[in-house]
């Protein structure tokens, strides 16, 4: 498929997260199949004041391509602004508007799903950071709680010049909890002529099959169930291509834990990752795991926390 002119070799996307998607677990992902993968959400302001954080969250390589970096801000004059000096500073294949994030932290300031509220707010910051790069514009969104004034924003968006969407199955005000809605996403494909990506809720092959089967939509992304599991980005890929579901079993977890460790060596952001709550996601499932959850707690260094997971997997063998 094309995102605008950039081409993605599959539909399984990898959802931007905040303290989740560093490279290191991007290309961890890539190596498991994910077509396209997402930055952290970064913040518009932060870019134009030149905070050196941005350096680590929009780092990738030629090996992660095709690559998105995702925006999140509440000026449209800001937002095109950070887009141009990220297009020039980062090359990104896509540059992201977050329309979605529910955090009341980022709500309360008018950031993310807030703008969701405010439809001509995002036709404004859409067609300018349209207007300013030549970058494929895509948006990521949630939904209001009326149908008609979700398909408007999404006609918005489409009309504004993004190149594709994403649709999150919840309202802000659901945050995490309830169950994805794709009956909105089905809709949104059925009005929009651009790629529409369905997130939220896809867990395993089964229900990812289902997501596409209902939706009709173009491309799946996968946020919270990769956290601590890449292997669900090749688990997913098999199940749609033969109908069979796989698992990873412990010796995989372990693998793509110390692959994820020498990885964040590689690219040297071991310091800005809490690798002690990377480490607890990796445990999820296994035996055992809630003890060596709480061992990890205390692990003073990254060494430790590797010796804790080695007797973890070793016993689970």
């Known amino acids: 498929m094309k995102i605008g002119s950039t081409k993605v070799n599959g539909k399984i996307f990898l959802a931007p997260m ?9 290309m961890l992902c890539k190596k498991h199949g994910a077509a396209l993968t997402y930055s952290e959400m970064i913040s518009a302001d932060a870019i134009l004041h030149d905070n050196t954080r941005t350096d680590y969250l929009g780092l990738s390589c030629n090996e992660e391509k095709p690559f998105g970096i995702q925006l999140f801000g509440n000026s449209a004059d800001t937002i095109a602004k950070a887009s141009s000096i990220i ?43 349209c207007r300013k790069v030549d970058t494929p514009v895509t948006v990521k969104m949630r939904v209001l709680p009326d149908i008609k004034k979700t398909l408007n924003i999404a006609s918005i968006v489409e009309d504004a010049g993004a190149s594709a969407i994403t649709v999150h199955g919840r309202t802000q005000a659901q945050q995490y909890s309830g169950k994805a809605d794709h009956e909105y996403t089905r809709n949104i494909k059925d009005e929009l002529s651009i ?12 229900s990812a099959k289902y997501v596409i089967d209902y939706t009709g939509c173009d491309a799946l992304m996968i946020g919270r169930a990769a956290m601590g599991n890449p292997y669900i980005f090749s688990e997913i890929s098999h199940f749609l291509h033969t109908g ?48 060596v959850r709480h061992a990890i707690s205390s692990a003073k260094d990254t060494e430790t926390i590797i010796r804790i997971m080695e007797k973890l997997f070793v016993k689970s063998y």
């Open 18 to 26: 905040a303290d989740v998607t560093n490279l290191a677990f991007r």
């Open 87 to 129: 297009e020039e500073k980062y090359a990104p294949d896509i540059i992201d508007i977050n329309f979605g994030c529910p955090s009341n932290v980022l709500v309360k300031y008018g950031y993310g799903s807030a703008l969701l509220n405010s439809p001509e707010k995002i036709r404004e910051v859409v067609s300018n950071v």
């Open 195 to 206: 790629p529409v990506i369905a997130n939220g809720d896809i867990v395993d092959g089964l």
């Open 244 to 291: 069979k579901q796989i698992r990873p079993d412990c010796t995989q977890r372990f693998e793509d834990f110390t692959e994820y460790v020498r990885l964040l060596k590689k690219y040297d952001i071991v310091k800005y990752v809490d690798l002690r709550m990377h480490a607890k996601w990796f445990t999820r499932g296994v035996r055992d795991g809630r003890h």
